[in-house]
């Protein structure tokens, strides 16, 4: 099966829709709670912080350089924008990591028609903890990591940096959200990593709808359950390899 991001793209928008079926909404309603106290605090936050950059910005300008005012504020309000919703969003997704986790079973119950078996094992759950806590610190760990050079890159490199930024936001998001419906299946964090970049182009396709839809006022509010139910819509269409 080929990569394709129009693909990724098309599993995002499903996701959307899928949020919207009667079967999923009383699943979809804490996460779009937290989804929308964490980003009304994001935008609250973001627009002080977009005040406070500026005005310091302005001030390293020369008289003689004041028209370059005029790309700036789109340039850096572009990238606060992908900063603080790329924050914001793994925050929420750590709040509402096991509701958003029950999310994508019954998405997934949805597309197939299937129930995940051991659902209520408690034995296998306490069982499988160890591994899955060391796969969130993985995780962290990983985000972390790759997010101090591209923070860097994002901040100091004109036009180009917020691009790159950009993009390795995309593929973060992927990783981020398709832990959910693979974890539902016993992925372990390098597993769900390298299942991801056999179809890196879908991936990131996938990753820059939703950083798309964070960005676009009102509908950022469903932009976590969307995902949630996009990547299992990734994970059922293009990500599994046993149907």
Not at 105 to 112: D, N, S, W
Not at 201 to 211: I, K, P, R
Request: proline share 5%.
């Amino acid at each position: 099966m080929l990569s394709n991001p129009a693909k990724g793209a098309a599993c995002m928008l499903q996701g959307i829709h899928l949020i919207t079926r009667s079967g999923l909404k009383r699943f979809v309603l804490i996460p779009l709670l937290i989804n929308v106290f964490v980003f009304s605090g994001a935008i609250w936050y973001g627009s002080i912080q977009f005040d406070t950059l500026m005005t310091y910005l302005q001030s390293l300008l020369p008289d003689w350089l004041n028209w370059l005012e005029w790309l700036l504020w789109p340039l850096f309000l572009l990238t606060l924008l992908v900063l603080v919703f790329y924050s914001f969003t793994l925050v929420a997704n750590l709040i509402a990591s096991p509701f958003n986790g029950l999310l994508a079973e019954k998405t997934e119950a949805l597309m197939t028609g299937q129930s995940l078996q051991d659902n209520g094992d408690m034995s296998k759950l306490v069982r499988e903890l160890p591994n899955t806590l060391i796969d969130e610190v993985r995780k962290m760990l990983y985000v972390i990591f790759w997010s101090i050079p591209f923070l860097i890159l994002a901040v100091v490199v004109p036009v180009v940096g917020p691009v790159i930024w950009f993009l390795f936001t995309a593929w973060m998001l992927a990783v981020e959200y398709s832990d959910f419906p693979m974890g539902n299946h016993g992925f372990e964090f390098r597993d769900m990593l390298a299942r991801l970049r056999q179809r890196r182009l879908t991936s990131m396709g996938f990753g820059a709808a939703a950083v798309s839809l964070t960005m676009i006022p009102v509908l950022n509010f469903i932009a976590m359950p969307a995902a949630v139910a996009g990547a299992t819509a990734l994970w059922v269409r293009e990500l599994d390899t046993t149907t």
